[in-house]
């Protein structure tokens, strides 16, 4: 396991998260596995879906784990219900499926209920309009099962849409598809939410320890990775993609106000403002790798929580001497040594924050010294 006394690493979690394996064995225990699997007006894709979960099975040297689905019915207009009763019926099904119908009232109260319902030790989640390798609940319920000290098993996610057309997003699966062990996990969680939330499975423990989905003005899956890291959570990605996530051109990240720019932005200085006063020994200072327009609206809510930018850091002549906002733009000479600063990479350029990132290692500075944001 990667060791933890860096920054964007969270803290000790404490006692392993576990499960009692004898408990987990007997005959008439609870499923070992419970999948939340939230639903509104998804007749289209809905059946798909559960197809998936009910042809699982084992992998080589990974059993199948007993399991429960759990389809939270978010007060659907479609024939979303009547669909749900007759797969309930089916053979496939094996007594695996049950079905919670709630008012409508989001995905937030969804997900909750669907955790409250769960009788898992483990709980995995899945969308309506994904689908899932058939052995994806063998291989990530082995996989938390032998690592004890892991909250959160995610996989690769395949891309389930038109490249071309949904550039973007493809690009945001790629960038997260690379993000594998807890150390990268945690140390590009400021960036963006590092894991794709359909693919996870965690332990129930971690809900009970830590707390279940928030609801608010951000996007839920982002804001409990950023509180569960914060917290101590290891989170680690099978190298598979046992998920194919689907581009709907419903997507909530497109029709939702909670996953705007400005909604991440704020949730972002959030957290950061938090680990910061937590691991930064120069604190309320930051120097901050990019001083252009988009990395200053990224983090203006940052400031605004009492964070302090020394300076914003530029390559380009014709911005050094600049002052922005009250805050000199200077050159990278300007940075005190290694040790001596808390640094933020903020540049968002295609390809500026892994250049910067190279620079800083062939200067000595540590991942003790900066931070992705």
Request: proline residues 8%; hydrophobic residues 45%.
């Amino acid at each position: 396991m990667p060791p933890q006394a860096v920054p964007g690493s969270p803290p000790d979690p404490g006692p392993p998260l576990t499960v009692n394996k004898a408990r987990a064995l007997r005959a008439d225990a609870p499923p070992l596995v419970s999948v939340v699997l939230p639903a509104f007006n998804a007749a289209r894709t809905l059946k798909a879906a559960l197809n998936s979960l009910f042809v699982q099975e084992p992998a080589a040297g990974c059993p199948l784990p007993s399991f429960e689905i759990i389809v939270v019915n978010d007060g659907s207009t479609d024939d979303s219900a009547a669909l749900l009763e007759t797969c309930a019926t089916e053979k496939a099904a094996q007594g695996r499926l049950r079905v919670l119908h709630l008012p409508h009232g989001g995905i937030v109260a969804a997900l909750n209920a669907g955790l409250a319902a769960a009788r898992g030790s483990f709980i995995a989640r899945m969308d309506a309009d994904d689908t899932a390798h058939p052995q994806r609940l063998a291989l990530q319920t082995s996989h938390l099962w032998g690592k004890s000290a892991l909250t959160l098993s995610a996989s690769l996610a395949a891309f389930g849409g038109d490249r071309t057309t949904a550039y973007g997003f493809a690009h945001f699966v790629d960038w997260q598809n690379s993000l594998q062990s807890p150390t990268e996990i945690s140390r590009n969680r400021f960036r963006d939410t590092p894991v794709c939330h359909p693919t996870t499975m965690f332990r129930r423990e971690a809900v009970d320890r830590w707390g279940p989905y928030a609801d608010g003005d951000f996007a839920e899956d982002w804001e409990l990775w950023l509180r569960w890291l914060h917290e101590g959570a290891l989170m680690e990605k099978l190298p598979q993609a046992l998920l194919v996530w689907n581009d709907a051109p419903d997507r909530a990240t497109r029709t939702d106000g909670r996953y705007t720019a400005d909604a991440c932005d704020r949730l972002r200085a959030l957290w950061l403002a938090r680990h910061l006063e937590r691991h930064n020994p120069f604190h309320p200072q930051v120097w901050v790798i990019g001083g252009g327009r988009m990395a200053r609206r990224r983090l203006a809510p940052l400031w605004r929580l009492g964070v302090r930018p020394a300076a914003y850091i530029d390559i380009d002549a014709r911005k050094i001497g600049n002052v922005v906002g009250g805050v000199p733009v200077l050159g990278r000479e300007a940075l005190p040594g290694p040790g001596r600063c808390r640094i933020l990479n903020a540049l968002t350029a295609h390809g500026a924050a892994e250049e910067a990132a190279d620079w800083l290692e062939r200067q000595g500075y540590g991942p003790t010294d900066w931070i992705l944001v």
